[in-house]
């Protein structure tokens, strides 16, 4: 079955949180660190902080390595990320999602860039829900130091997070070949 689209200016999703499960879940994906740190490694990767919250672009300072914060700042800005997340996917996304298409890519705006997400958004919104898949499981390379790297740990993030578009598409496919 297609999924339905509303006029150009409807917002389908708009009354659509994450789920308490899909929190939970994507908090855990995420280590806490209670001080600032480099997202790779010594020298390598963003200024970060908490639950992967990106500080900046480039290594932190010796004083921001010092820095630490505490867990209920981190529990702060985990809630206010995710909204900002949950409030893209329903001002972009102008078909009906599940709840576990909206949990999956919120997860992944959560997480990603926005040209990235841009490119899922169009997929989506064209009724392309095998090209939102594509562009959801291939999103598993980092920038560093100008170099682009696999980052092992998303590969299964981004299954997760792709799973409910794949269905839904091969549950289309099945049915035009009945047809």
């Given at each position: 079955?297609?999924?339905?689209?509303?006029?150009?200016?409807?917002?389908?999703?708009?009354?659509?949180?994450?789920?308490?499960?899909?929190?939970?879940?994507?908090?855990?994906?995420?280590?806490?660190?209670?001080?600032?740190?480099?997202?790779?490694?010594?020298?390598?990767?963003?200024?970060?902080?908490?639950?992967?919250?990106?500080?900046?672009?480039?290594?932190?300072?010796?004083?921001?390595?010092?820095?630490?914060?505490?867990?209920?700042?981190?529990?702060?800005?985990?809630?206010?990320?995710?909204?900002?997340a949950e409030r893209r996917v329903k001002v972009k996304v102008k078909v009906e999602?599940?709840?576990?298409?909206?949990?999956?890519?919120?997860?992944?705006?959560?997480?990603?860039?926005?040209?990235?997400?841009?490119?899922?958004?169009?997929?989506?919104?064209?009724?392309?829900?095998?090209?939102?898949?594509?562009?959801?499981?291939?999103?598993?390379?980092?920038?560093?130091?100008?170099?682009?790297?696999?980052?092992?740990?998303?590969?299964?993030?981004?299954?997760?997070?792709?799973?409910?578009?794949?269905?839904?598409?091969?549950?289309?496919?099945?049915?035009?070949?009945?047809?």
């Amino acid at each position: 079955m297609a999924p339905k689209t509303l006029d150009s200016s409807a917002r389908p999703n708009a009354q659509m949180k994450m789920s308490p499960d899909a929190l939970s879940e994507m908090r855990n994906t995420e280590k806490v660190v209670l001080r600032y740190y480099n997202d790779l490694g010594r020298r390598k990767g963003n200024c970060t902080w908490g639950i992967g919250f990106k500080a900046h672009k480039g290594i932190c300072t010796p004083a921001e390595l010092k820095r630490m914060v505490s867990a209920p700042s981190v529990d702060v800005e985990y809630a206010k990320r995710v909204a900002e997340a949950e409030r893209r996917v329903k001002v972009k996304v102008k078909v009906e999602l599940s709840q576990a298409q909206f949990d999956g890519l919120v997860s992944f705006t959560y997480n990603t860039s926005n040209s990235a997400n841009e490119r899922v958004y169009r997929a989506l919104n064209d009724h392309d829900f095998p090209q939102a898949a594509r562009i959801i499981s291939e999103s598993v390379m980092v920038k560093d130091r100008n170099k682009w790297k696999l980052a092992p740990g998303l590969i299964p993030r981004r299954a997760k997070e792709s799973a409910p578009f794949r269905v839904a598409a091969d549950a289309d496919n099945s049915a035009g070949r009945r047809e």
